[in-house]
């Protein structure tokens, strides 16, 4: 990702230029966030970040607010029963994520005429959901105690237009202008005139008309008999483009989100277990998915992450493609049409664009379209080429989807033309990076952390750049296309990158391949010196294969070792390391997708202990964190008896990649692979944890056939596979 909230660098003395240069894509962290639980929507290119009473605070990270298109569109909203905050009851967002609810109460209210209100008399429901470019909400007063209640509530707002940059830290020297607020009897539109000619309005409407309104509030004179309730609706939309078309009715947009995301959840395959706490866990991850996926103009393509990443990222789609191609090939095919129609076809500096890569993010925002940051359409990722073309040849293994092959092969052949004339500048064999744009990123790779590749003495390593693991990227990538090649009938030209891939693994054990610490280097700098620091980067080369099977065991016992394994799941970088630091970004924390490609690629090895171990640790994290979401990251303390895994601060939550770990690290330790070529589903040396004794896949699809399967952990830890139901000629093959 861009903009890493990494953490100042400070163990080696002064920064780098290029250190320095890095920091205005921080995520400022400047006071502490009153309540760590934030409510979470989206919608299409709308989210909103809430906290637990339904408000929009500008306190602590300043991360809440109702946004569209990379502008934050209401940066304050608050409910006040006369002056006063109501109690907080309870919150939660609804198992889909279509709904956000809380339950409030009234603190105890002195009246004029010494009447009091007691604490507890009013419970105040509220309610609120994303359809297209607004925010519906519904408040529900309803009147509890023994005699009549009349009471004034206020509902108070701000829109403050910032660019997620601004909310991010940065400052701007020059913004747009507020216009003048439009009143009317029921509603306020607030607008800006942004710098890039775009006037970005909020209109807030309320039903039934407020007593008063302005642009600052809406106030209602609320009077109940005891048991008597009454309803206020709020509608806020974020307009860009005024159409003349009105909106849905409440009922009306919340029963059509429903729906969208009741359909998107029949497309995957249903998991449940013994397990309630696994199944909640999963279920909650294929519901962020879904969030993540329905409404964006791009379909079938998760954005990334709420609230920092919510847009297009070419890596972290792919990685999120690939986790969950096994139980859902829809969204594999989604991403590969975008990122091919976004495919760079010229060189261009200033993006770090050239001719074949594929993008690493889009930015819909006013600094974005002023180039005040380089992202509005941005390729500096060194991976998601190679990586685009690992899920090509996935995608048609799970799918056979010849025809789609067939016309995305010239897009193919560019990413591999790239990756040959651009990615290896050098003609060393191994794909480097070394930004072109003076405000580009500095690191490309997954770990895009200004300090994230460095040497054991905790020196940063200079440019050009090549990581371990984007050589395993490019190996899977070649023999990939030598596959897709060779059912195109280019029989030549499959023979070619099949030798390329031979050629380059060979060349990568030989010069990568660290004996001294017991693990592949993380990166060769620009001299071509090996960065000797152990991290779990060497991971995804067992994903990918590369690795040789001698080295792959000794990579399992440094990643399973203590100085990894923090008993949550696998640290990014292991304790001994100069630069460790587990409340770092990318320097000794977790992530939730790096352990499931650690896993997918243990198990390929045939270390499914390891991956169920994997597994097992982050399904206990999945208990104890809020809605069972597992976050971005989480900090690499190691683990406490009777404590939960430490936060990291500025986490996003949900984030696709995360939420898409559990059916990678299942289909790791289930030994599944489904090939639409073969006709087949098969389940190689199936291993559950512990935890996961029984499990059931329901509606795993394969052509034109489907299967219900139970799988039963027995006492032996061996794992029964049984078919209940099965429709259509595909084949189970066990082994």
Same mark, same amino acid.
């Given at each position: 990702?861009?903009?890493n909230?990494?953490?100042?660098?400070?163990?080696?003395?002064s920064?780098?230029?290029?250190?320095?240069?890095?920091?205005?894509?921080?995520?400022?962290?400047?006071?502490?966030?009153?309540?760590?639980?934030?409510?979470?929507?989206?919608?299409?290119?709308m989210?909103?970040?809430?906290?637990r009473?339904?408000?929009?605070?500008?306190?602590?990270?300043?991360?809440?607010?109702?946004?569209y298109?990379?502008?934050?569109?209401?940066?304050e909203?608050?409910?006040?029963?006369?002056?006063?905050?109501?109690?907080?009851?309870?919150?939660?967002?609804?198992?889909?994520?279509?709904?956000?609810?809380?339950?409030?109460?009234?603190v105890?209210?002195?009246?004029?005429?010494?009447?009091?209100?007691?604490?507890?008399?009013?419970?105040?429901t509220?309610c609120?959901?994303?359809? @297209?470019e607004?925010?519906?909400?519904?408040?529900?007063?309803?009147n509890?105690?023994?005699?009549?209640?009349?009471?004034?509530?206020?509902?108070?707002?701000?829109?403050?237009?910032?660019?997620?940059?601004?909310?991010?830290?940065?400052?701007?020297?020059?913004?747009?202008?507020?216009?003048?607020?439009?009143?009317?009897?029921?509603?306020?539109?607030?607008?800006?005139?942004?710098?890039?000619?775009?006037?970005?309005?909020?209109?807030?409407?309320?039903?039934?008309?407020?007593?008063?309104?302005?642009?600052?509030?809406?106030?209602?004179?609320?009077?109940?008999q005891?048991?008597?309730?009454?309803?206020?609706?709020?509608?806020?939309?974020?307009?860009?483009?005024?159409?003349?078309?009105?909106?849905?009715?409440?009922?009306?947009?919340?029963?059509?989100?429903?729906?969208?995301?009741?359909?998107?959840?029949?497309?995957?395959?249903?998991?449940?277990?013994?397990?309630?706490?696994?199944?909640?866990?999963?279920?909650?991850?294929?519901?962020?998915?879904?969030?993540?996926?329905?409404?964006?103009?791009?379909?079938?393509?998760?954005?990334?992450?709420?609230?920092?990443?919510?847009?297009?990222?070419g890596?972290?789609?792919?990685?999120?493609?690939?986790?969950?191609?096994?139980?859902?090939?829809?969204?594999?095919?989604?991403?590969?049409?975008?990122?091919?129609?976004?495919?760079?076809?010229?060189?261009?500096?200033?993006?770090?664009?050239e001719p074949?890569?594929?993008?690493?993010?889009?930015?819909?925002?006013?600094?974005?379209?002023?180039?005040?940051?380089?992202?509005?359409?941005y390729?500096?990722?060194?991976?998601?080429?190679?990586?685009?073309?690992?899920?090509?040849?996935?995608?048609?293994?799970?799918?056979?989807?010849?025809?789609?092959v067939?016309?995305l092969w010239?897009?193919?052949?560019?990413?591999?033309?790239?990756?040959?004339?651009?990615?290896?500048?050098?003609g060393?064999?191994?794909?480097?990076?070394?930004?072109?744009?003076?405000?580009?990123?500095?690191? @490309?790779?997954?770990?895009?952390?200004?300090?994230s590749?460095?040497?054991?003495?905790?020196?940063?390593?200079?440019?050009?750049?090549?990581?371990?693991?984007?050589?395993?990227?490019?190996y899977?990538?070649?023999?990939?296309?030598?596959?897709?090649?060779?059912?195109?009938?280019?029989?030549e030209?499959?023979?070619?990158?099949?030798?390329?891939?031979?050629?380059?693994?060979?060349?990568? @054990?030989?010069v990568?391949w660290c004996?001294?610490?017991?693990?592949?280097a993380l990166?060769?700098?620009?001299?071509?010196?090996?960065?000797?620091?152990?991290?779990?980067?060497?991971?995804?080369?067992?994903?990918?294969?590369?690795?040789?099977?001698?080295?792959?065991?000794?990579?399992?016992?440094?990643l399973?070792?203590?100085?990894?394994?923090?008993?949550?799941?696998?640290?990014?970088?292991?304790?001994?390391?100069?630069?460790?630091n587990?409340?770092?970004?990318?320097?000794?924390?977790v992530?939730?997708?790096?352990?499931?490609?650690?896993?997918?690629?243990?198990?390929?090895?045939?270390?499914?202990?390891?991956?169920?171990?994997?597994?097992?640790?982050?399904?206990?994290?999945?208990?104890?964190?809020?809605?069972?979401?597992?976050?971005?990251?989480?900090?690499?303390?190691?683990?406490?008896?009777g404590?939960?895994?430490?936060?990291?601060?500025?986490?996003?939550?949900?984030?696709?990649?995360?939420?898409?770990?559990?059916?990678?690290?299942?289909?790791?330790?289930?030994?599944?692979c489904?090939?639409?070529?073969?006709?087949?589903?098969?389940?190689t040396?199936?291993?559950?944890?512990?935890?996961?004794?029984q499990?059931?896949?329901?509606?795993?699809?394969?052509?034109?056939?489907?299967?219900?399967?139970?799988?039963?952990?027995?006492?032996?830890?061996?794992?029964r596979?049984?078919?209940?139901?099965?429709?259509?000629?595909?084949?189970?093959?066990?082994?």
């Amino acid at each position: 990702m861009e903009a890493n909230p990494n953490h100042s660098p400070s163990l080696m003395g002064s920064q780098s230029v290029d250190e320095v240069s890095t920091q205005q894509y921080y995520i400022a962290t400047k006071s502490a966030p009153p309540d760590d639980r934030t409510r979470v929507l989206k919608y299409g290119k709308m989210f909103a970040v809430f906290d637990r009473y339904g408000d929009v605070e500008p306190s602590g990270l300043g991360e809440e607010g109702i946004f569209y298109e990379g502008t934050r569109f209401l940066s304050e909203l608050a409910l006040f029963i006369d002056n006063s905050r109501p109690l907080l009851l309870s919150s939660t967002v609804r198992e889909d994520n279509s709904l956000f609810t809380a339950d409030l109460t009234n603190v105890d209210i002195d009246q004029r005429d010494q009447r009091k209100i007691p604490r507890g008399t009013l419970l105040i429901t509220r309610c609120k959901f994303l359809y @297209q470019e607004s925010c519906y909400e519904q408040v529900r007063i309803a009147n509890f105690g023994l005699r009549p209640v009349q009471i004034p509530i206020a509902l108070k707002f701000e829109a403050d237009y910032a660019d997620i940059f601004e909310v991010r830290g940065i400052h701007r020297t020059r913004r747009g202008r507020r216009q003048d607020p439009l009143v009317d009897s029921d509603s306020v539109t607030l607008s800006y005139r942004g710098l890039d000619g775009i006037t970005r309005r909020t209109r807030i409407q309320c039903s039934p008309k407020p007593r008063r309104i302005s642009a600052a509030d809406c106030r209602f004179d609320v009077s109940l008999q005891p048991k008597q309730e009454m309803t206020i609706q709020l509608i806020v939309s974020c307009i860009m483009h005024p159409a003349s078309n009105g909106l849905p009715k409440y009922d009306v947009a919340l029963a059509a989100t429903t729906a969208e995301m009741h359909a998107a959840s029949q497309r995957t395959s249903r998991i449940y277990s013994s397990s309630a706490q696994f199944n909640d866990w999963i279920t909650r991850s294929l519901s962020d998915i879904e969030m993540m996926t329905v409404g964006n103009p791009e379909v079938g393509y998760p954005y990334a992450g709420v609230p920092w990443f919510s847009t297009v990222f070419g890596r972290d789609g792919i990685i999120t493609a690939l986790q969950c191609l096994w139980v859902d090939p829809w969204i594999a095919k989604g991403v590969l049409e975008y990122l091919a129609a976004t495919q760079a076809t010229a060189t261009v500096p200033e993006s770090d664009a050239e001719p074949g890569k594929i993008i690493h993010e889009t930015r819909r925002g006013e600094m974005a379209a002023l180039g005040e940051v380089p992202f509005g359409r941005y390729y500096g990722s060194v991976d998601a080429t190679p990586l685009f073309v690992m899920l090509a040849g996935a995608y048609y293994e799970r799918t056979a989807d010849f025809e789609f092959v067939e016309k995305l092969w010239p897009h193919v052949e560019r990413a591999l033309s790239w990756i040959d004339r651009y990615g290896d500048r050098d003609g060393d064999g191994f794909v480097e990076y070394s930004r072109n744009s003076v405000n580009g990123l500095v690191q @490309q790779g997954w770990k895009d952390s200004n300090d994230s590749v460095f040497h054991a003495d905790g020196m940063l390593a200079e440019p050009p750049i090549a990581l371990c693991e984007v050589q395993g990227y490019t190996y899977a990538a070649k023999r990939s296309a030598a596959r897709l090649a060779a059912a195109l009938k280019n029989f030549e030209k499959a023979d070619a990158f099949e030798a390329q891939a031979r050629s380059l693994k060979e060349k990568f @054990q030989e010069v990568f391949w660290c004996p001294d610490i017991g693990t592949y280097a993380l990166a060769l700098d620009g001299k071509k010196q090996p960065c000797r620091v152990r991290t779990s980067n060497p991971g995804h080369c067992l994903y990918t294969e590369i690795a040789s099977p001698e080295h792959a065991r000794a990579v399992e016992q440094s990643l399973l070792g203590s100085d990894f394994f923090n008993g949550w799941g696998v640290r990014t970088v292991g304790a001994r390391e100069l630069r460790y630091n587990p409340v770092s970004y990318h320097n000794g924390s977790v992530w939730p997708h790096d352990n499931s490609l650690v896993a997918a690629g243990l198990a390929r090895y045939g270390f499914k202990e390891s991956a169920a171990r994997i597994l097992a640790g982050l399904l206990d994290t999945s208990i104890l964190v809020d809605l069972h979401r597992l976050p971005e990251l989480f900090c690499g303390l190691e683990r406490r008896p009777g404590e939960g895994p430490t936060l990291y601060p500025v986490a996003c939550a949900p984030q696709a990649w995360a939420a898409g770990s559990v059916y990678l690290l299942l289909q790791a330790c289930l030994g599944v692979c489904v090939n639409a070529l073969n006709n087949t589903i098969s389940f190689t040396k199936p291993c559950l944890p512990e935890a996961i004794p029984q499990l059931w896949i329901k509606n795993l699809r394969v052509a034109a056939s489907s299967l219900n399967v139970f799988l039963e952990r027995s006492s032996s830890q061996d794992v029964r596979v049984e078919v209940i139901e099965q429709c259509g000629d595909a084949k189970l093959l066990l082994s």
